[in-house]
């Protein structure tokens, strides 16, 4: 299990010489809407971590899929794109091994090698800093775009669901 997790968030960006900063808030409701108000960011800013499994066509890979808060998943268009074809969300056990955190404070950084980091590439065309839980509920990062995608270079893959037509 990971531990230290925001420890080893800060490690991560300093060594990278990230521009970053560490907001202490209270923990919110657990609705992205919710943190991004303690916060004081807009919702799209959000960086949102999901723990994930696909699975078939010979893959069997946790992925940690990143995303704007404001959007929502596909998982059918993600496990495709791994060549797979399906994909799941891990159970609270497994993101808790996989992460050191409880739903809810999982940063958008794969920090257990069982974890392939993707991001979808719109989280890295509509805001100069992006924010997110640092492993606990009452504890966010915000860092600047650019340096969050050099530093933690996740593999860009489209997967957000379609809006639906009104």
Known sequence: MVENVLEKLCTLFDEGGARYRVVHHPAGDRTSASVAELRGTELGQGAKALVCMAKGNGVKQYVLAVLPADKQADLKKLARSLG??????????????????????????????????????TLFTRYEELAFNAGHRDVSIIINTEDFRRIVHPREIDFLREAEAA
């Open 84 to 121: 797979a074809n399906r994909a799941g969300l891990a159970s609270p056990e497994e993101v808790l091994d996989l992460t050191g955190c409880i739903l809810g404070a999982v940063p958008p950084v794969a920090l257990h090698p069982s974890l392939l980091a993707v991001a979808d590439p």
